[in-house]
């Protein structure tokens, strides 16, 4: 007997809903397929029948991401000079949750050096000396801060509205924070 697709993809979402509000509060290594399991409402056996282990479902949850920001990307032209168009990609990918879970604490660093290279933040930034032999320093910088900054924003509940971010990333990145002391 054949299951019902709309069945199997909610069952689906379920381990990988529950997957990522537990990799949001510990460790992968912390979490056992049992316990995905229970939280699901369904046995180990059922887990088994969509995923190996848990690392073949963080796979999975990953794959979905980079799938939704190059379909995202793809249906927009870049501008060249913010980092508004980066951040709706990735706004836009999927739940925040499963954002929220592979940016956290407990994620990735292989997710995030990944990201780093499926958005090309590089083309965001303006007069960018691009022979120049600190360019890929620069780079760094700028990717490394515009990710630590986008974690940040997820993991306090998005306290600012998107354009706030940007318009702060933008100010931060001309004018550094010695202009913004005093303005909390």
């Given at each position: 007997?054949?299951?019902?697709?709309?069945?199997?993809?909610?069952?689906?979402?379920t381990?990988?809903?529950?997957?990522?509000?537990?990799?949001?509060?510990?460790?992968?290594?912390?979490i056992?397929?049992?316990?995905?399991?229970?939280?699901?409402?369904?046995?180990?056996?059922?887990f088994?029948?969509?995923?190996?282990?848990?690392?073949?479902?963080?796979?999975?949850?990953?794959?979905?991401?980079?799938?939704?920001?190059?379909?995202?990307?793809?249906?927009?032209?870049?501008?060249?000079?913010?980092?508004?168009?980066?951040?709706?990609?990735?706004?836009?990918?999927?739940?925040?949750?499963?954002l929220?879970?592979l940016?956290?604490?407990?994620?990735?660093?292989?997710?995030?050096?990944?990201?780093?290279?499926?958005?090309?933040?590089?083309?965001?930034?303006?007069?960018?000396?691009?022979?120049?032999?600190?360019?890929?320093?620069?780079?760094?910088?700028?990717?490394?801060?515009?990710?630590?900054?986008?974690?940040?924003?997820?993991?306090?509940?998005?306290?600012?509205?998107?354009?706030?971010?940007?318009?702060?990333?933008?100010?931060?990145?001309?004018n550094?924070?010695t202009?913004?002391?005093?303005?909390?």
């Amino acid at each position: 007997m054949n299951k019902q697709p709309e069945i199997t993809d909610k069952t689906r979402q379920t381990f990988i809903n529950v997957f990522c509000d537990l990799y949001s509060q510990k460790p992968i290594e912390k979490i056992s397929i049992q316990e995905i399991a229970n939280k699901s409402g369904y046995n180990r056996s059922t887990f088994y029948q969509y995923f190996t282990d848990i690392y073949e479902l963080l796979n999975d949850v990953e794959e979905r991401v980079f799938k939704s920001i190059k379909e995202e990307m793809a249906s927009r032209e870049l501008s060249t000079h913010t980092f508004q168009d980066a951040l709706q990609c990735l706004e836009s990918t999927e739940e925040i949750s499963v954002l929220k879970a592979l940016l956290g604490d407990y994620g990735s660093v292989r997710f995030v050096e990944r990201l780093k290279r499926e958005i090309p933040f590089e083309r965001l930034i303006v007069n960018l000396p691009t022979n120049d032999k600190l360019a890929p320093y620069l780079i760094e910088f700028y990717i490394s801060t515009l990710m630590s900054l986008f974690r940040l924003w997820i993991r306090n509940g998005k306290d600012l509205s998107s354009e706030e971010l940007v318009k702060l990333i933008d100010s931060l990145f001309a004018n550094g924070i010695t202009p913004l002391r005093g303005v909390v």
